[in-house]
């Protein structure tokens, strides 16, 4: 008997290391290690795979290594789910009152000691086991080294736009943030610095990484090192007022010469162009300068988003709308069309000033 | 018949004249009977039950598709704060203290309350707590004409809620509604604390108190301690938006996380607040329909202290994504883990109650089966939200809305119902109907389960909560149609149910003191009970008072 108890426990220490260790590609590169079997089978679930902004489709190592918690989590409470769920359902059918039951009460029980310390600790030690992996992926993100190539990108909150500053690149921009491609095998991960000018907001790119907040007068922050180029979508996932539906989130994994080309052609000054040159003159002679801001001219608004470069972006209007020139007439006409709540007000512009500034703006590449 | 006399001065009243309308509404507006308060709490609960549950469809009508342009995101974004703040402080509360304060007398063989008064005035102030919250919809707009119901979610995280973000006075109605049904809360607590304390009849030691009067104990310990941080940052508020205090208003150096400390050790607590009555209800409900005796009553008190104390400390696994650091969120992920441990223990006993027993599937029965298996599934998908990494991608999605609802629905709400159909006998003197209240669990359940089984996917495919709408490329738009079709047969559901209380109420089938052959002290006095409950103070000498009158060659004392 004892000897048993005692095999018993050495073998569980020893999934106990197993199932530590399951968790365990951290900060590993993402593609360089592969998935263990429950992720994969768990990976073959189409739908929770599925739409372009699934917790369980990670791209960077952040998102992998909660990917990998989380199937692991998964598991676990899954099992717990099917032996208790199979008992309670067994004693329902089991027990049932029958047509012919004898009308005496059944054996009362009231309790047992030692049965109740079993169901007291076995949980206490699951309940131990997955906090050690939840802890270790917790540290190994929040407290993973910087390496001194990482690129820094302040991300500052407002009501209801992104705006993303490139302190060693001099570069603002905002809503489209753009990133380079990091190399699992000398990665390049991106540090976001992260704020708010006005309430709470989240930054949620579940294919990158988990959220972050965004909270005035708190800096936090977040690293992602995406391997693979192309676009990954989010949005604002804490509620920051009207729009917060509409504070959509576009991150941009560059290739590397991709990247450099967009460091260089967002380091230019803003282009001058004479044949919009009237919508020039309407834009510096509106209210738009208080908020906006366009360098080299008059405009130094720090309200809403820096427009200087606003024609190489893709979208307006926190990602809700195209960037076309139609888009950006009915945008200025009137914003709350297009996104109600909008903090931009109604410029009350006619037709010709609209039609001038709208061909300004597009002409801000 | 003498004492009716006594007792009841409006009863020889009537006897000389059959009293008007008025007399009626007045003797119910004056009276400081724990029954009648009690009720008026349930009848209040159940109207807001209704309201807040006529804001949920408007929102569901919004989701079911993409883009959609059904409500405005102003008009959106006040129905889930006013659901939000209904449910937990006008439906949550009330239904929960109505069934306590009905029940806790008559349980523990008292006439009343131990203080009557406090009782009346605790329940008005609630009410006016609730109309006052409502009266926003006409007040809010205040001089800024700036929107009318309060639209900051019902957590109301600063600093949205600074005057500079949310104009007008919508904000200071939900701070004063709260804010008075915290004060109803905290003196119904008192009230229940000093009843269990020093009003139980000869015999009642704590060690027989029954289950539910336990966790009303412990439940009005942790109203005590959670209230006041609360209240405590609702002066706050008022203070930065009315004298320009800057506790919170982070534009001059106050702190968004400080509100966020102060809501959520009030928040979370109150989770449980609401929850471990809907346990005690099932400690009640299960062994009478099983025909046992409950399994492990210490390790059920124990457990109930340990989920009252352990869940003071486990507020912050709502702030995982605030920036807490990893030794933060380690802390509070183990001592929200911690939780599932005793909450393991009840279920394991209830567990064990049923087996070896003879179980029928009545009414009350059906409702706290599916309590068990939809808790079970609501604590498991609460240790994935404890997982703080986890949580990152979770929390705040549709994820986090379909595993609370899972808790306040799936397990609260269904345990409500249990209560309806077990203890409306008691109340009424008549039987609910079987064959609605079958039709209403069996619809309800798949409602239920369509909406908020579903409701965890989009938020696993990245869809944040408390959004008004969503683009049509993310894959959301099916799930979220299926979950609004889901909430069509709850609505059915909740309809038969009412039905079933009217008709009950007015030809039931009689019940008698003690339809269901139980064995706590409410079942020995008539159904409904005399104002007085009972002719002479009970005497018990077991845990299960009428076992022990109905087998006296087998009473429960010789096992205690």
Redesign the interface.
Known sequence: MRATKGQSAGESQLNLEKLMSFGNTLNAPAAAIADPWPVRVFHKIPILGSGPTSIFAPHATPAHDIDSLSVFVLSITLVIFLIVAGLLLYALVRYRRRPGDSQMEPVQLYGSNQIEIAWTVIPFLIVVVLFLTSARVNFVTERAARPANSLEVVVIGHQFWWEYRYPKLGIVTANELHIPASDPKAPTPTYLTMTSADVDHSFWVPELAGKMDLIPNKVNVMWIDPSKPGIYLGQCAQFCGAEHAMMLLRVYVDTPEQFAQWVASQKKPATEDASVAEGKKVFEHTACINCHRVTGTVATGQFGPDLTHLASRDTIAAGVEKNTPDNLRKWIDDPDSMKMGSLMPKMHLNNHELDAVTAYMASLR | MNDTTYDHPEGSLAALAKPTWLDVVNSWITTVDHKRIGIMYIGYALIFLVIGGIEALIMRVQLSVPNNHFT???VF?RMFTMHGTTMVFFVGMPILFGFGNYLIPLMIGARDMAFPRLNSFSFWVSAFGGLLLYFSFLGGDGLYGAGTAP?V?WFA?A??TARI?SPGHSTDYWILGVFLSGIGSVGTALNLVVTIISLRCKGMTMGRLPLLAWIYLVVSWMVFIAIGPLTAAQIMLLLDRTVGSHFFD??A?????LWMHFFWIFGHPEVYILVLPAFGFANEIIPVF????I?????MVGATVGIGFVSLGVWAHHMF???L??AG??FF??AT??V??PT??K???W??T????????ATPMLFS?GF??QF??AG??G??L????????????YFVVGHFHYVLVGAILYMIFAAFYYWFPKMTGRMMSERLGKWHFWLFTLGFHITFDLMH?PG????????????A????GSWNMIISIGAIFQVIAILIFVWNMIRSYMKGEKAGPDPWDAWTLEWSTSSPPPHYNFAVEPVVESRRPLWDRK?PNDP?NA??
Not at chain 2, 355 to 360: C, D, H, L, M, V
């Open positions: 405005s995101p102003e974004n639209d979610g995280y600093p949205l973000f982070a534009q150096g106050g702190s968004a996380v099983s025909r046992k005796a399994f492990g009553y210490a390790a994504t605030v920036g650091g990893p969120n380690a992920t183990f883990m911690v599932s441990v393991g223990i279920i394991f006993n567990l064990a049923i087996w070896g027993g003879r179980i029928s599937f089966i068990l298996f079970l599934a498991l998908t240790i994935m404890a997982v703080a990494p986890f949580d990152w991608q979770l929390g705040n999605s996917i696993i495919l990245g869809m944040p909560r408390r959004v008004f709408t969503y683009e490329d993310r894959g959301w087998h429960d096992y205690e």
